[in-house]
Structure formats: C-alpha cells, structure tokens
C-alpha cells in the first residue's frame, strides 16, 4: 500500500507495515547517499542567483550553542535579510519554557531539535505571530516551509519505508544484517551479544536479528512486536511464545536499554509524520469513525485548515 506525496516526490509504504524489511528487498543498495543538494532543498526550479544566496544563507551560523530541550512558546522579534526574492532570517529571537529570550538564524536550524521545528510551525498554523509584521510572518513561514520538506525529503531517504523515485540518486542504507550463525537454536526475544542486539520472530516464524545500532532499517510494525515482548517480560508476564526460563538482571538491563532505543525513533518518526503534514507531504485521518488520537487530529486541521492551506500555498 503506497501513494505519492506531492512535495517530495517519493513513494512511501505504510509507517506500521509488519514485517515491510522483508518485502522490499531491491530498495538495498551498498553506495553511500548522492544528493543533489538543490533537489534535497526543493528549489530544483529556482533561478541560479537565488539558489546561490540561498544557498550562502543556509551556511551562516550562530557562534553560540543554539540547543535547548526547553519549548518554544513565542516568536518575540524576526530581522530579515532580502535579496534575490528570499527573506533569510538573519536573526530570530523566541521565547521559551524558562520566560528567557533566545537568539539563533535561520542557518541554525539544523542543530535545533525538530520539537523546535514543530512549535514555531505550530504558531504559524495557530496565527500567534501578530506582533511581527506580515511580510516577516510570512518569510517566517516560507523559511520553516523550505527547511521541514527539506528535512522530510532526507529522512524519507534514509528510512527503510520508501522506493525513491527522484530527488537522490541512491539510497544511502544497507540491508540490515537479520541472519547470523546459530540463530536458529536461540530463544525468540532473547538479547545478542557480539553484535549487540535482540532476536525477533519474523513472519515466518524464524528467528532474525535486530541490532542496537540497525534500528532505523526496521519498519514500526516489527519495532513494536520486539517493543511489545520486551516489555512483557521485563514486567514479568506469562505468554506463550515467550521464552520460559528466568532473565538475569544483565539481559533485562539490555532489554530496558533497547526499550528506550525503541521508543525514541518511534517518538521521532511520529514527529516526522507532523511535520510532513505541514508541508503537504501526509494527508490528515477523514474517517469519523477513526480512534480518538485520529479524531484529535481531524478536529485540530478542521480547526486550522485555512491557515495551513495559507501556509502550503506561500
């Protein structure tokens, strides 16, 4: 089950597809990434002065640490620099958690954390950015734009979910490494030790390999069955494809640890499909009869559809 995004131009199977590493064999190729930077960024049909600037500006930086795990709450100030029909951010002063005033440019980015990203789209999409003016709002706008499907077209490309049909010209991952030796007398859910990882049952019910440092190369519907599992017997609960001897404390360390690991690339992914839906890239849940989360995200785009249509169409 595919279907085309209009924006980055990939064709992407279902985030939660069980068992989807096993299907897509000939998406593997060992060749690092290729990008053609000027595709990666979407600005393939801009005119070559432009492109040049934008691309100088996407290089300045601020000297300063821009990092911070505390939520933006507002946009207090936005210098612009105009030139060749591109507003850069030169400067952008935001108010976070902490009721302090941080300052970073637009080259910076990258080494915020994509829940950064998220909030300042967030005060867009909720139009709480009437103390700035509206040429700076929306060169705010076109500037967060440009960097989430830039940022959404890399991580389509580097997770396993997609067949490329543009944009790069390779695919920059390998084949997961599922089979080692002996496998097959180990017990199912079991932790590996040389390379570090767990083992998990495929659908075909044989036993295959997930290393720690692999996790990304598996789609969300296996990461959940091993999530799912670990969980179970960290917690002491009885199922019958468990194994049935006693864990040390040593594995069920490791099974706390991958636990962890599992639940952060979920998060960032869920992340990941938010921010493609403010590019265009995902279409919001229509069925009335879906769960509540998926109501939740209906309710919040009825609210808000003028202003993201504002927003894809700048």
Partial sequence: MTYTTSITKT????????????????????????????????????????????GYARGLESRHDVYSTKRILAVTQVEVMRKHGYGYLKEIVVRRADNDLYRFKEGDFPRLRINDIEDMLLLVVQNRLTNLSGDDVSDFAIALRMFTRSLVIQKRVEDLQLGVESYQKKINVTKPETTRPGLRKRDPFTPYQDPQGFIYVDNQERNRLMRSDELYKFSDGTLTRLLTSLEYITNNNN???????????????????????????????????????????RH???????????????????????????IINL
Avoid at 28 to 42: F, I, N, Q, R
Avoid at 259 to 266: E, G, M
């Fill in 11 to 54: 064709k992407v199977a279902q985030y939660d597809l069980l068992g989807i590493e096993d299907m897509v064999p000939n998406i593997w190729v060992p060749v690092k990434v290729a990008y053609d930077k000027h595709a990666l960024w979407g600005i393939s049909h801009w005119r070559e002065q432009r492109k040049t600037f934008y």
């Fill in 239 to 281: 199922m019958e494809y468990l194994p049935k001897r006693r864990w040390s404390t040593l594995e069920k360390k490791r099974a706390h640890i991958m636990i962890k690991a599992i639940n952060k690339l979920q998060k960032e992914r869920r992340i990941m499909r938010s921010l493609e839906k403010f590019v265009g890239g």
């Fill in 284 to 310: 919001y849940e229509t069925n009335p009869l879906a769960t509540s989360t998926n109501n939740m995200t209906l309710s919040y785009c009825v609210r808000h559809h003028k202003v993201i249509s504002y």
